[in-house]
């Protein structure tokens, strides 16, 4: 019988376990690091598999995942905690945890997460140890999220960032592309070495490769002196290229060089430069189908997409709005000085609702221009600016309440100039109630919906008495 070690400082973690596994599994307990270890040291060799909580009091559960790596490196270890957060995940999984799973667990998760725990136990007893790379320091910049998507980029961060493979990242504009390669570099063996980061979409096509490689004095017209380029500056370091779908294809010919042998020639050399560089590069568009458009080489796309990773849009993990949103505002408060608390309930809903087409880059935004004009300790939803427009759905439903007042409109005595206006303040109120009903009651988004001022949206809701509320 396969034996499961559960330490967690919360009893009623290990009692689920106990009774989810008991059937099929000798399950051991322990409720802190130190008791953990006397479960270790005479049990240690009968383990299969470790389910270990991050937080617990005395010594950590990343303190002792490092002691329990030194006993043994084949014993898969699962990190559990109910805080989520970017760097413990990435340190975990450099460390050599498996996997890490945020509570409450959840039961088929976690049949799923012991199958392959299994599998991996049974290939680990079968070959050696390796070692593992020293924690790295907390940097200021950090990835924020608490979804499973970000949990999961996170994961695969921390198993390439002990290699020197190539990375490639992709994902929309704005999600996040360069803070991935820094926490890359940031948790790798290059850590105390230089990171440089080039945009090539934002360089001219005949500058990219002066740029990348460096040209002599007099390469070419312009050149007036001899220039190093960014290979040569960031040896031994990590190079960023970032929008590489862009880079010129001569210039590619130049890079999948550097890829197979290091080394490269200053425009206007004929002396090769040996460099030793990690290359981690990201696009927004898709490279294999650049391939097949002949825009992208495809012996440089094999060479580069070694590990690749995909960062989602944010309209599609929505349960990170809400602390990227808190992020953001504590960054935003040191700029500004202001006392601001927190958001209002409505202004988080809008946030939340959105569908931001710019991704993190734009609720970024978002954020610290509301905190620049909010006029109190809380962020209301008429200090924010987004787009709101209604989609064509709601088009259809304004057409058809338009239709409608028509249809029940009735000539009166008074002829067809008093049906006429009378129409018209029929659709006029509507519209006005559609338009705040869509922005939930923010006059300032409402009014530019419709196209008119804030003051005139007032004293038309006085006019039709309607209440923003």
Same mark, same amino acid.
Request: aromatic share 6%; with cysteine.
């Given at each position: 019988?396969?034996?499961?070690?559960?330490?967690? !400082?919360?009893?009623?973690?290990?009692?689920?376990?106990?009774?989810?596994?008991?059937?099929?599994?000798?399950?051991? /307990?322990?409720?802190?690091?130190?008791?953990?270890?006397?479960?270790?040291?005479?049990?240690?060799?009968?383990?299969?598999?470790?389910?270990?909580?991050?937080?617990?009091?005395?010594?950590?559960?990343?303190?002792?995942?490092?002691?329990?790596?030194?006993?043994?490196?084949?014993?898969?270890?699962?990190?559990?905690?109910?805080?989520?957060?970017?760097?413990?995940?990435?340190?975990?999984?450099?460390?050599?945890?498996?996997?890490?799973?945020?509570?409450?667990?959840? *039961?088929?998760?976690?049949?799923?997460?012991?199958?392959?725990?299994?599998?991996?136990?049974?290939?680990?007893?079968? $070959?050696?140890?390796? /070692?593992?790379?020293?924690?790295?320091?907390?940097?200021?910049?950090?990835?924020?999220?608490?979804?499973?998507?970000?949990? !999961?980029?996170?994961?695969?961060? *921390?198993?390439?960032?002990?290699?020197?493979?190539?990375?490639?990242?992709?994902?929309?504009?704005?999600?996040?592309?360069?803070?991935?390669?820094?926490?890359?570099?940031?948790?790798?063996?290059?850590?105390?070495?230089?990171?440089?980061?080039?945009?090539?979409?934002?360089?001219?096509?005949?500058?990219?490769?002066?740029?990348?490689?460096?040209?002599?004095?007099?390469?070419?017209?312009?050149?007036?002196?001899?220039?190093? *380029?960014?290979?040569?500056?960031?040896?031994?370091?990590?190079?960023?290229?970032?929008?590489?779908? !862009?880079?010129?294809?001569?210039?590619?010919?130049?890079?999948?060089?550097?890829?197979?042998?290091?080394?490269?020639?200053?425009?206007?050399?004929?002396?090769?430069?040996? /460099?030793?560089?990690?290359?981690?590069?990201?696009?927004?568009?898709?490279?294999?189908?650049?391939?097949?458009?002949?825009?992208?080489?495809? !012996?440089?796309?094999?060479?580069?997409?070694?590990? $690749?990773?995909?960062?989602?849009?944010?309209?599609?993990?929505?349960?990170?709005?809400?602390?990227?949103?808190?992020?953001?505002?504590?960054?935003?408060?040191?700029?500004?000085?202001?006392?601001?608390?927190?958001?209002?309930?409505?202004?988080?809903?809008?946030?939340?609702?959105?569908?931001?087409?710019?991704?993190?880059?734009?609720?970024?935004?978002?954020?610290?221009?509301?905190?620049?004009?909010?006029?109190?300790?809380?962020?209301?939803?008429?200090?924010?600016?987004?787009?709101?427009?209604?989609?064509?759905?709601?088009?259809?439903?304004?057409?058809?309440?338009?239709?409608?007042?028509?249809?029940?409109?009735?000539? $009166?005595?008074?002829? /067809?100039?008093?049906?006429?206006?009378?129409?018209?303040?029929?659709?006029?109120?509507?519209?006005?109630?559609?338009?705040?009903?869509?922005?939930?009651?923010?006059?300032?988004?409402?009014?530019?919906?419709?196209?008119?001022?804030?003051?005139?949206?007032?004293?038309?809701?006085?006019?039709?008495?309607?209440?923003?509320?």
């Amino acid at each position: 019988m396969n034996t499961l070690l559960i330490i967690d !400082d919360e009893q009623s973690v290990r009692y689920s376990f106990k009774r989810m596994f008991e059937d099929e599994f000798r399950v051991l /307990t322990a409720e802190d690091s130190i008791s953990a270890l006397t479960v270790l040291e005479t049990s240690f060799i009968g383990i299969d598999i470790i389910f270990l909580d991050v937080k617990m009091p005395g010594m950590s559960g990343l303190e002792l995942l490092k002691k329990i790596k030194e006993m043994s490196c084949n014993i898969p270890v699962i990190m559990m905690t109910a805080f989520g957060d970017s760097d413990t995940a990435i340190e975990a999984m450099k460390e050599g945890a498996i996997d890490y799973l945020t509570k409450p667990l959840d *039961g088929n998760q976690l049949r799923e997460v012991v199958d392959k725990a299994l599998t991996t136990s049974n290939l680990r007893k079968e $070959s050696s140890c390796y /070692t593992m790379m020293e924690a790295c320091p907390d940097k200021e910049e950090t990835l924020v999220g608490k979804s499973q998507a970000i949990l !999961d980029v996170c994961k695969m961060i *921390g198993q390439v960032a002990v290699t020197d493979l190539p990375v490639v990242i992709a994902g929309e504009s704005g999600v996040g592309k360069e803070l991935v390669a820094r926490a890359i570099f940031n948790h790798s063996k290059r850590k105390d070495n230089v990171f440089i980061a080039v945009n090539c979409a934002a360089l001219p096509e005949g500058v990219v490769e002066s740029e990348l490689f460096g040209c002599e004095k007099g390469a070419f017209t312009g050149a007036d002196k001899k220039r190093i *380029g960014r290979f040569e500056q960031c040896n031994n370091g990590t190079i960023f290229l970032d929008e590489i779908g !862009d880079m010129p294809l001569a210039t590619q010919a130049k890079l999948l060089r550097v890829l197979q042998d290091g080394g490269f020639e200053r425009i206007g050399s004929n002396e090769t430069i040996k /460099t030793d560089v990690r290359i981690i590069c990201a696009s927004n568009k898709n490279l294999h189908e650049e391939v097949s458009k002949d825009k992208f080489r495809e !012996d440089l796309y094999h060479r580069l997409n070694v590990f $690749s990773l995909y960062i989602p849009p944010l309209r599609d993990r929505k349960e990170d709005v809400q602390v990227l949103s808190e992020y953001f505002l504590k960054k935003a408060i040191k700029e500004t000085g202001k006392p601001i608390k927190g958001f209002s309930q409505d202004a988080m809903n809008m946030l939340i609702s959105n569908k931001w087409t710019g991704n993190v880059r734009e609720l970024e935004n978002v954020i610290r221009r509301a905190s620049v004009i909010a006029g109190g300790e809380i962020i209301g939803s008429s200090d924010l600016f987004l787009n709101t427009e209604p989609c064509a759905k709601e088009f259809e439903e304004l057409n058809e309440i338009i239709e409608n007042i028509f249809e029940r409109s009735v000539v $009166s005595k008074k002829g /067809t100039d008093h049906y006429y206006h009378t129409f018209l303040s029929n659709v006029e109120k509507c519209l006005i109630e559609k338009a705040l009903a869509l922005t939930k009651g923010n006059q300032v988004k409402a009014s530019s919906m419709l196209g008119i001022t804030r003051v005139t949206l007032r004293k038309k809701m006085q006019e039709y008495k309607i209440n923003s509320a």
